[in-house]
């Protein structure tokens, strides 16, 4: 059976991946990939400024680490938004819950089935699941909700098509076997289908998308540097100077 060009890339793409992931800095030419050490990483979600403003951007969050004397690790846009840039859909930071859950059907990748949420509790766990198996309870230390769910108990999420012609930048976030968060974002356009094929490749049981166009990651170690941004929620990673 023949592969596509593209097909071959991931193929390629994902060996790459997997030759190296002894490694925690995993170089490729076609996605952003930050595999988090729940051990050593110090994830966190981040909405509003003590000003009561929103970040929006990489930038401005970068700034507001430096300030508390720490270093910007990784960051990646969390989820969609609305006006106002407030969070669509459920988000939880710091035990506090400060957007309700949306459960309701609508336009867009958002309402598409089945709907997901990306949590971590107080013993620093992480896990995505689909929302209507979600149970807010008082360990879920961050949460945020998107849709639609990548991949759904080790399977691609059966509404994508192979040979889709929607193309998009795009990013998510999956569980890896051993429970640590992997986050992707992809350099060039792509299909939900072969998108979420990596995350399946890489082992993740369960993957949720994030966003599409608007999408931004900063990985200095990578010498991925993407500042700008107008988001809702941000997921970042910082450690002391």
């Known amino acids: 059976m023949k592969l596509n060009i593209f097909s071959k890339i991931l193929f390629l793409s994902v060996f790459i991946i997997l030759f190296s ?6 170089i490729n030419p076609d996605f952003i ?5 729940m051990k050593k990483d110090k994830i966190e979600f981040f909405w509003k400024k003590n000003q009561n403003q929103p970040f929006k951007s990489i ?13 910007l690790k990784f960051a990646m846009n969390g989820g969609m938004f609305i006006q106002n840039n407030i969070p669509k859909g459920l ?19 958002f309402y598409l089935k089945p709907n997901g949420i990306f949590y971590l509790t107080k013993s ?3 896990a995505v699941i689909s929302t209507e198996n979600f149970k807010i309870n008082s360990d879920i230390k961050f949460a945020t ?16 098509q192979k040979n889709s012609k929607n193309l998009n930048i795009r990013n998510g976030v999956g569980i890896l076997e051993n429970k640590n968060p992997v ?15 990596l995350f399946k490749n890489l082992g993740c049981k369960n993957a949720l998308y994030l966003d599409g166009f608007v999408s931004r990651a900063y990985l200095p170690e990578e010498n991925w540097i993407q500042e700008d941004g107008n988001f809702g929620v941000i997921i970042g990673i910082a450690t002391e100077k």
Do not use: R, W
């Open 124 to 126: 620093n766990t992480s």
């Open 145 to 160: 909700q998107s849709g639609p769910m990548l991949i759904i108990n080790g399977k691609i999420n059966p509404i994508f």
């Open 21 to 26: 992931c002894k490694k925690e800095k995993q």
């Open 33 to 37: 990939i930050y595999s988090a050490d």
């Open 59 to 71: 930038k401005n969050l970068k700034n507001y680490v430096n300030t508390k004397n720490q270093y």
């Open 183 to 197: 986050f992707i974002m992809s350099k060039k356009k792509i299909n939900f289908y072969d998108f979420a094929s």
């Open 91 to 109: 988000y939880i930071e710091n035990f506090k819950n400060l957007h309700p859950i949306d459960t309701l059907s609508g336009q867009g990748n």
